[in-house]
């Protein structure tokens, strides 16, 4: 099942049937994904082929890391050496074998190597619902890259780099997939911003841990200079290509601080700077909002929950972002 319009082409403005049958549960632009859930370590090597640790990256050696990173000293590279020799393993398997690194430190060595994210916090609440870097070789990683590959082939462009991430309920899993999402694009190299616009509900100062009360209801507000917008997104340490600029105080008038007109031009601003902008967004019951956002971004990734949201509240949020002239790229339908 295709996630986008296989021709690529721009759907056109829909009338009340079409409208009806791009809210369908059976359009072809609808893709699947399943709850998230981590994987164990066993489970991420397996088939994977992940401890091929004698490979060069930018000039670092498997055993050169795990030194970096405390996890062996200089005076188990040998030892090491020697095992792997001895019985034809690679480096990574044979420190394993030797007991001297778990499995984890090889796949964290390997991250750093071939420049993906890979992270797993058991203390972290929030690390289960990050399935870029807790489980990067999961199915369910394989999907959002997925939509990650049609989206640059059928979205991206140097003129569109704005998308906001709509659903119709505040529980359909809207953040979790934009988080997902720009984390996904980050990997690929693209200096990826993601913006939490849900002024109701933010989430993603909780998912990615940032605490400054600085961000974008601050803007909204003329708090902050245009001058210093460079200032407020948080670097993700973790994913060297992706910042979030969270949502800040929740300020008591979210509808009039999106429709100022201050939004378009802080996005405007960010694209200087960013090759892909994802907005997390509220959920279709605050229509003023999302309308605002919506019509800023001209694009929008419909975002369903299997078994809890209304067709007819789909359908009314399809209409919605028509009203604005605000392209739907496709959908995603959670399976909880």
Same mark, same amino acid.
């Given at each position: 099942m295709d996630f986008l319009n296989s021709s690529g082409e721009p759907e056109r403005k829909a009338g009340t049937d079409d409208t009806a049958r791009r809210a369908s549960a059976s359009d072809e632009n609808i893709i699947y994904i399943d709850n998230p859930s981590l994987e164990t370590v066993n489970e991420q090597l397996k088939g994977k082929e992940l401890l091929q640790g004698d490979t060069q990256w930018a000039d670092r050696y498997m055993g050169e890391i795990l030194v970096a990173n405390n996890k062996l000293d200089r005076s188990d590279i040998d030892k090491v050496v020697d095992h792997q020799r001895e019985k034809g393993l690679y480096f990574g398997e044979a420190a394993v074998d030797l007991k001297l690194v778990s499995p984890d430190d090889i796949l964290q060595a390997l991250s750093t190597q071939f420049g993906y994210t890979y992270g797993q916090d058991d203390n972290d609440p929030s690390s289960i619902e990050k399935v870029m870097a807790s489980s990067p070789f999961s199915e369910l990683a394989e999907e959002f890259r997925s939509i990650r590959g049609q989206l640059i082939s059928n979205w991206l462009s140097p003129g569109q780099k704005t998308l906001a991430v709509v659903s119709p309920g505040s529980r359909d899993g809207r953040s979790y997939v934009a988080a997902n999402l720009a984390m996904a694009f980050s990997?690929? %190299? @693209?200096?990826?911003? *993601?913006? #939490?616009?849900?002024? @109701?509900?933010? @989430?993603?100062?909780?998912?990615?841990?940032?605490?400054?009360?600085? %961000?974008?209801?601050?803007?909204?507000?003329?708090?902050?200079?245009?001058?210093?917008?460079?200032?407020?997104?948080? +670097?993700?340490?973790?994913?060297?290509?992706?910042?979030?600029?969270?949502? %800040?105080?929740?300020?008591?008038?979210?509808?009039? /601080?999106? %429709?100022?007109?201050?939004?378009?031009?802080? /996005?405007?601003? *960010?694209?200087?700077?960013? #090759?892909?902008?994802?907005?997390?967004?509220?959920?279709?019951?605050?229509?003023?909002?999302?309308?605002?956002?919506? !019509?800023?971004?001209? !694009?929008? *990734? /419909?975002?369903?929950? !299997?078994?809890?949201?209304?067709?007819?509240?789909?359908?009314? /949020?399809?209409?919605? *972002?028509?009203?604005?002239?605000? +392209?739907?790229?496709?959908?995603?339908?959670?399976?909880?």
């Amino acid at each position: 099942m295709d996630f986008l319009n296989s021709s690529g082409e721009p759907e056109r403005k829909a009338g009340t049937d079409d409208t009806a049958r791009r809210a369908s549960a059976s359009d072809e632009n609808i893709i699947y994904i399943d709850n998230p859930s981590l994987e164990t370590v066993n489970e991420q090597l397996k088939g994977k082929e992940l401890l091929q640790g004698d490979t060069q990256w930018a000039d670092r050696y498997m055993g050169e890391i795990l030194v970096a990173n405390n996890k062996l000293d200089r005076s188990d590279i040998d030892k090491v050496v020697d095992h792997q020799r001895e019985k034809g393993l690679y480096f990574g398997e044979a420190a394993v074998d030797l007991k001297l690194v778990s499995p984890d430190d090889i796949l964290q060595a390997l991250s750093t190597q071939f420049g993906y994210t890979y992270g797993q916090d058991d203390n972290d609440p929030s690390s289960i619902e990050k399935v870029m870097a807790s489980s990067p070789f999961s199915e369910l990683a394989e999907e959002f890259r997925s939509i990650r590959g049609q989206l640059i082939s059928n979205w991206l462009s140097p003129g569109q780099k704005t998308l906001a991430v709509v659903s119709p309920g505040s529980r359909d899993g809207r953040s979790y997939v934009a988080a997902n999402l720009a984390m996904a694009f980050s990997q690929t %190299g @693209r200096a990826t911003m *993601l913006i #939490d616009a849900d002024l @109701r509900s933010p @989430r993603q100062h909780e998912i990615f841990n940032v605490k400054s009360r600085m %961000g974008l209801s601050m803007l909204l507000a003329g708090r902050v200079r245009m001058e210093e917008l460079d200032m407020l997104p948080e +670097n993700v340490s973790t994913f060297q290509n992706l910042s979030v600029l969270g949502c %800040g105080a929740v300020p008591p008038n979210p509808s009039e /601080l999106l %429709g100022n007109g201050r939004f378009p031009a802080i /996005l405007r601003e *960010l694209k200087k700077f960013f #090759d892909v902008i994802i907005i997390d967004s509220p959920a279709s019951t605050y229509k003023a909002d999302v309308m605002s956002i919506a !019509s800023a971004t001209g !694009s929008a *990734l /419909l975002v369903t929950r !299997s078994g809890y949201a209304r067709m007819d509240e789909t359908k009314s /949020l399809v209409a919605t *972002l028509n009203q604005v002239e605000t +392209n739907v790229v496709g959908a995603v339908l959670n399976q909880y």
